[in-house]
């Protein structure tokens, strides 16, 4: 994990995720719902795999999620082993793009970026029996796409 930065993913709950980004310039924290971006937490694991894959090609992946009413996009993107995560937030589930605030931001050194991401999953996966990650998430835990992020870490 990066020394200045850090993710944290709780366990879901009725559908709720909440969710923590914290790194030098601030921190970032709400819940997200797991609808109606029902596939937000595989797409998350695939974005940040693809950003390790990229290496020195330029990649940006916008993943939207919601709390609701309040949507967000994570921006992830980055080059040459430099990574960029950006939180916008919508007012409202119209995501009007005058309406939309930055709320979070950090650049960084992308194998640690995803590093810190890929902790907090490692943990939600070995937890996902115990806090029945299913049930509580109404969908099964994103096993092939964090496995996917787990290869891009380890080549």
Known sequence: MSEDFEVSFNSPQCGWMSIGLKGSSGEFRTTTAYAPHTNALGELMEALARLIDSKDEEFSHTLKWNRDPEEYDFVISGKDGSSKIE????????????????????????????????????????????????????????????????????A
Do not use: I, M
Request: aromatic fraction near 20%.
């Open 87 to 154: 939180v916008f937030e919508y007012p409202t589930g119209e995501r009007d793009p005058s309406a939309k605030e930055l709320v979070f931001s950090h650049s960084g050194e992308a194998f640690a970026t995803v590093g810190a991401f890929f902790e907090t999953f490692r943990q939600l996966y070995e937890e996902r029996g115990v806090d029945d990650f299913k049930e509580n998430w109404h969908q099964e835990f994103p096993f092939e796409s964090y496995e996917n992020l787990q290869r891009s870490l380890a």
